[in-house]
């Protein structure tokens, strides 16, 4: 009968993603760059809600990558704004990430997730348990390289004598910004931040945006100790978007700096070289990391 179908529905997609390790990652992704859309109730005509990541358009292949992966939905382009959605709408899809991310989340974003929750119990006779904040350690799980992944940006500073510089100065960063409240509950992030810059062992930050007038948290790593656990750890939970490429070329700076030559010839070149290819400027791009990507 239904009930039989729905509890054995329920613990299908219970058993097969519960040890998912790719699901951290995802909720991440989500919590970074992702919100749930749900109808007003008031509305004649009704729609599914949906979920969506969006996506700089270079990081395409990643956003097809989860439509294969999720099984359903579609992407939407936003050429204007350089970027891509993913959207998922189908209840199929929608239950598959609900039980993907439930009991990962870390941030006030949570409160979406928790009203698709109650949306499919009450139009989908699913019996699904909102499940709290997570807060285990960050070094226990990928939950961080997808918020990097969202939020997270990987330079390399080279400052140089005829800059009018007292000295050379090369530096590796990793740089993460979030907004201080979300908009729709005014809850803080300041937990999760807080608890972002003590793994990384820097300091957090405050800024205003001046043209929006937005108030963000943001934290820079960029001591040695800092590098270091941030290479640990993303060798162990690996990024995803082309943030994946940077990180790898960012890495062969931090080496020269751990080994003490950065400031050779050959360490110097290595810099210049590694600056203009990063970031903006990458025109090289391989996908091959995608392929241990799984649920």
């Known amino acids: 009968n239904k009930k039989e179908v729905l509890?054995?529905?329920?613990?299908?997609?219970?058993?097969?993603?519960?040890?998912?390790k790719f699901k951290e990652y995802l909720a991440g992704l989500f919590e970074g760059d992702g919100h749930i859309w749900i109808q007003k109730d008031n509305q004649k005509k009704k729609h599914n809600p949906r979920f969506c990541i969006t996506f700089s358009l270079k990081n395409e292949p990643l956003a097809k990558k989860f439509l294969e992966l999720i099984g359903s939905g579609f992407i939407r382009y936003k050429t204007q704004e350089n970027a891509c959605v993913l959207i998922v709408s189908p209840v199929i899809g929608l239950k598959k990430l609900v039980h993907l991310i439930n009991g990962e989340l870390r941030t006030p974003k949570i409160h979406q997730?928790?009203?698709?929750?109650?949306?499919?119990?009450?139009?989908?006779?699913t019996n699904l348990t909102k499940l709290p904040l997570k807060n285990s350690l960050l070094s226990e799980d990928g939950w961080l390289s997808g918020f990097i992944d969202s939020d997270g940006s990987f330079s390399?500073?080279?400052?140089?004598?005829?800059?009018?510089?007292?000295?050379?100065?090369?530096?590796?960063?990793?740089?993460?910004?979030?907004r201080m409240l979300d908009p729709i509950t005014n809850e803080s992030y300041f937990k999760i931040l807080t608890d972002i810059s003590n793994f990384f062992n820097c300091?957090?930050?405050?800024?205003?945006?001046?043209?929006?007038?937005?108030?963000?948290?943001?934290?820079?790593?960029?001591?040695?100790?800092?590098?270091?656990?941030?290479?640990?750890?993303?060798?162990?939970?690996?990024?995803?978007?082309?943030?994946?490429?940077?990180?790898?070329?960012?890495k062969k700076i931090v080496q020269l700096?751990?080994?003490?030559?950065?400031?050779?010839?050959?360490?110097?070149?290595?810099?210049?070289?590694?600056?203009?290819?990063?970031?903006?400027?990458?025109?090289k791009f391989t996908w091959d990391h995608l392929n241990i990507l799984s649920f």
């Open 257 to 283: 700096i751990f080994e003490n030559k950065h400031y050779t010839e050959e360490g110097i070149s290595k810099t210049d070289a590694v600056k203009k290819s990063m970031n903006r400027q990458r025109i």
């Open 113 to 125: 997730l928790h009203k698709l929750i109650d949306w499919l119990n009450k139009n989908h006779n």
């Open 7 to 20: 509890e054995f529905n329920s613990k299908y997609y219970s058993d097969n993603y519960k040890d998912n």
């Open 156 to 178: 390399v500073q080279h400052t140089k004598l005829e800059d009018n510089a007292k000295k050379r100065k090369i530096s590796c960063r990793l740089r993460i910004e979030q």
């Open 203 to 250: 300091s957090l930050l405050t800024r205003k945006q001046k043209s929006t007038g937005n108030e963000y948290y943001t934290l820079t790593a960029s001591s040695k100790i800092s590098l270091e656990i941030i290479v640990n750890y993303l060798e162990k939970y690996p990024l995803f978007s082309s943030k994946h490429l940077d990180h790898n070329d960012w």
